[in-house]
């Protein structure tokens, strides 16, 4: 049976889980793999220590892609209650997809989460992703080109699918939750996806230690994540006070008419993201996640003051030379992308 660890050390569960103040309840994403368990021991160690601590529901999830899957959840389950926290297991059904699964996967089980924690009235999902993951999600945006809003890594506080997440470990080492883990006396499962170098995580993942010879390690690649998050934040602020000057005329959220001389006289990060905004608020969807093709509209519309009409995104653009019009293109409207995590 295991025990609800009496020391946690640096991980705090108090300390960590407190943001979570002002929530309806949690959500628990445990799989079984050591991570998640790790996590879900914090969880019932904080309500061991917070008298009026929050309604906590545990969820695992059978995806139906294993058949061992159906035994892990049970195992889960079975744990949970040991320690005094109700769960539930939840399944998906159906058809799968020929291709693309694991994007699939991770929609649907957040879809799935989702929709369990509004029956259960909770508000937030906390799951157990950690420093190691941080790291390889910046080396995997940094491979694909993604400016300073992707290299922030993943935030704390998220929505997946409708799927609202808090990450409480994203600066824990992985090795501090499989050391809670074994302590419990608690045997985590090991779901061979996460060795199939066919996922480009994984090859990442076991580029790591290499990169940690030269300098590069987890811990370094959190910080500069975190650093980058305090970039992202002010480009953001500065984007909300261009908008109110370059954003000159709105229809319906189909037409945007931009001020082109005010567009180009932004510092080109800010200019490059309000472009972005723009086209996602005409086009529908989520955001472009291309970056290199915005950035080579931002510069085409400085080059070119007569723009001729052109596509990106769903939306039609074209300048006048006083003015840059963006028009949501005719029988066309983005569908929301199914995006991974790791290109979010």
Known sequence: ?????????????????????????????????????????????????????????????DHGLRPEAADEVAMVLREAHRLGLPARGLRWDGP?????????????????LAAAMSADGLSACVTAHHLRDQAETVLMRLAHGSGVEGLAGMAAWSEVEGCRLFRPLLDAEPDALRRLVRDAGLTPVDDPSNADTSYERVRWRQVLPRLAELGLDAARLGVFATRMAEL?????????????????????????????????????????????RALVQVGGGSKPHALGQVERLYARIGAEPALKRTSLHACLIES???????????GRQRAVEDVPEDFA
Request: positive net charge; hydrophobic residues 50%; without cysteine.
């Open 1 to 61: 049976m295991p025990r609800v660890v009496a020391d946690t050390g640096w991980l705090d569960p108090v300390r960590r889980l407190a943001p979570l103040v002002g929530q309806s309840g949690i959500g628990v994403a445990v799989s079984g793999g050591a991570d998640s368990l790790g996590l879900m021991l914090l969880v019932a160690r904080w309500r061991a220590l917070v008298p009026d601590a929050l309604p906590v529901v545990v969820y695992s999830v």
């Open 96 to 112: 799968k997809p020929a291709s693309g699964l694991q994007a699939a996967a991770r929609a649907t089980r957040y879809r799935l």
């Open 232 to 276: 992202d934040a002010l480009v953001e602020a500065a984007l909300e006070t261009a908008w109110l000057r370059v954003v000159t005329g709105a229809e319906s959220g189909r037409h945007l008419r931009l001020d082109r001389r005010a567009l180009l006289e932004l510092p080109h990060p800010v200019g490059v993201r309000l472009l972005s």
């Open 320 to 330: 006048n030379g006083f003015h840059v019009d963006i028009l949501s293109e005719p």
